[in-house]
């Protein structure tokens, strides 16, 4: 089976408080887009879990991919193990949940291929165990979340082209949450307002654009053409088209030099759901 594991941007993310684990109380609107990782699912015979692609110096064990299958080893119905081929195209410590998204594809692909037969509240729970964003994409579909990212409510919204800009560095996502200057008791926004693009707004934002020379100079260059968004914690930044011509245009304003990506918001597979 080959599927997308798809990237994420959060056209909203504001923090509301902080719980007494560290976890920040967050609302945040999950747009997952068409493009993303590409990733290879193969039955084989021998009873294991192997992985290839380019994960640099990460131990096979850490890997969320493989975290993700051996919870679900113990539940398979047939005898065989798996063999996940990966294309990893989104960059890592970009704010577009690429680890996360590999874990939740890995747990919507093998409760089929192994027949696992759990519930998609069972694989909800496990996808939290391994992170806050993973439950969003076994959902597999663009949501509005709660509470640290697992109450989850699918809220259509009409489709846009993303121009994603892809500064040159890695933010690390706990180094944001910690950061003495992040506004952590925003007032939440009506859901409703998430159709507003003129609504859309990040609360870590303004300390990547502190902290983060790389992010500040792209941020402020490409600002010049079109309204800046950033995704998560950094360091992805975007902008919203309603169509395809205008996403091509804004793009060819911008430095030859920069790594960017046109693509769309995936299509939701269903109605309004809440879980």
């Known amino acids: 089976m080959k599927t997308i594991s798809p990237a994420k941007i959060n056209l909203v993310l504001r923090i509301l408080g902080q719980r007494e684990d560290g976890y920040h109380l967050l609302q945040t609107y999950f747009q997952l887009l068409s493009w993303g990782d590409e990733m290879e699912f193969t039955l084989q015979d021998k009873p294991t879990i192997e992985i290839k692609g380019n994960f640099g110096h990460l131990k096979t064990t850490d890997n969320l991919i493989y975290k993700a299958a051996k919870i679900l080893e113990p539940y398979k119905s047939i005898e065989k193990g798996i063999n996940i081929s990966i294309q990893k195209n989104i960059p890592q410590g970009s704010g577009m949940g690429g680890g996360s ?3 939740g594809t890995t747990l919507r692909v093998l409760n089929k291929l192994w027949q696992c037969n759990l519930s998609q509240e069972q694989l909800q729970k496990f996808a939290l165990s391994l992170g806050a964003d993973v439950p969003v994409f076994v959902l597999n579909q663009s949501a509005w979340a709660t509470g640290v990212g697992e109450n989850l409510e699918v809220y ?3 489709d846009y082209y993303f121009v994603l800009i892809f500064p040159p560095t890695q933010i690390n996502t706990i180094d944001i949450f910690r950061h003495p200057d992040l506004n952590r008791n925003q007032l939440p926004i009506n859901l409703k307002d998430i159709n507003n693009e ?3 707004s990040n609360s870590c934002t303004p300390v990547v654009l502190l902290d983060c020379p790389e992010v500040e100079s792209v941020y402020s260059h490409a600002a010049q ?3 800046i968004h ?3 914690t950094g360091s992805t930044l975007f902008c919203a088209f309603t169509n395809k011509d205008k996403a091509i245009n804004f793009r060819a304003k ?3 030099s920069w790594h960017t990506e046109i693509c769309q918001s995936k ?6 759901n809440r879980l």
């Open 225 to 227: 053409y079109a309204d």
């Open 156 to 158: 259509p919204i009409k």
């Open 198 to 200: 003129h609504a859309w």
């Open 254 to 256: 911008l430095p030859i």
């Open 267 to 272: 299509k939701n597979e269903k109605n309004s």
């Open 101 to 103: 998204s590999n874990a």
């Open 230 to 232: 950033m995704s998560g």
